[in-house]
């Protein structure tokens, strides 16, 4: 379960931030996370709840926002989402295929791999 270690690197990076700020609460964080990550939402808001116990952060709502996965082709030049693999059995189980889904040639990701924090909402002292 990597996403643990995942979060507990977030939650440490925010705090440190935040250090900088006289903050007096943080009612969430908004993360942005790329489908080709494998970090399970699920998992990831559980970790929160356990690594901000004691924190600044305690208390506050994780919000989780997906990044689809993008690729861009050298060979015809499309550039837009992967084609996805859908098991008809697992509705959670998607898998995108990363060849172009027009030329089926060689592509690049663009988006899907991302694991940032978008924004925070946050109150300061006056």
Same mark, same amino acid.
């Given at each position: 379960?990597?996403?643990?270690?995942?979060?507990?690197?977030?939650? /440490?990076?925010?705090?440190?931030?935040?250090? %900088?700020?006289?903050? #007096?609460?943080?009612?969430?964080?908004?993360?942005?996370?790329?489908?080709?990550?494998?970090?399970?939402?699920?998992?990831?808001?559980?970790?929160?709840?356990?690594? #901000? %116990?004691?924190?600044?952060?305690?208390?506050?709502?994780?919000?989780?926002?997906?990044?689809?996965?993008?690729?861009?082709?050298?060979?015809?030049?499309?550039?837009? *989402?992967?084609?996805?693999?859908?098991?008809? /059995?697992?509705? #959670?189980?998607?898998? *995108?295929?990363?060849?172009?889904?027009?030329?089926?040639?060689?592509?690049?990701?663009?988006?899907?791999?991302?694991?940032?924090?978008?924004?925070?909402?946050?109150?300061?002292?006056?």
């Amino acid at each position: 379960m990597h996403e643990v270690s995942v979060v507990t690197s977030l939650v /440490d990076l925010i705090i440190q931030e935040l250090g %900088r700020y006289k903050v #007096t609460k943080v009612n969430s964080v908004t993360l942005v996370v790329g489908d080709l990550t494998n970090l399970g939402e699920e998992q990831m808001t559980f970790a929160y709840e356990i690594v #901000t %116990r004691g924190t600044i952060l305690e208390g506050s709502e994780l919000l989780i926002e997906h990044e689809p996965v993008e690729v861009k082709c050298g060979s015809c030049g499309f550039w837009g *989402p992967a084609k996805i693999l859908q098991d008809p /059995d697992f509705d #959670t189980h998607a898998i *995108p295929v990363l060849s172009c889904p027009e030329c089926g040639g060689h592509v690049t990701v663009t988006a899907g791999q991302s694991c940032t924090v978008k924004c925070m909402d946050i109150e300061e002292a006056d």
